[in-house]
């Protein structure tokens, strides 16, 4: 049993190229998602068609959660900009 409420901490690396257990337990998970209150699951980060295996996507995928991590902390808003200007 998987409760939808721990799915919201569910990040997705990548779709694997290969159609089998993979792909059906993604489809699985975002079903159950789905009756979560929380926002729902979105599709793999990335969807490179790889076939490598060994959580190679997942070792693509951080970099790039790293930097949407960065930029979402650290990047000002226009509304920042114009208040430190005027």
Not at 8 to 18: D, H, I, K, P
Not at 26 to 35: A, D, S
């Amino acid at each position: 049993y998987l409760s939808p409420d721990a799915t919201r901490v569910f990040l997705f690396a990548t779709r694997s190229a290969e159609l089998g257990g993979y792909n059906c337990a993604l489809e699985r998970i975002q079903q159950i998602g789905k009756g979560s209150s929380s926002i729902p699951l979105e599709s793999p980060a990335l969807d490179m068609d790889l076939r490598l295996g060994e959580g190679t996507g997942a070792v693509c995928a951080v970099p790039l959660v790293k930097s949407a991590v960065c930029i979402l902390k650290e990047m000002s808003t226009l509304e920042d900009i114009m208040n430190a200007a005027g």
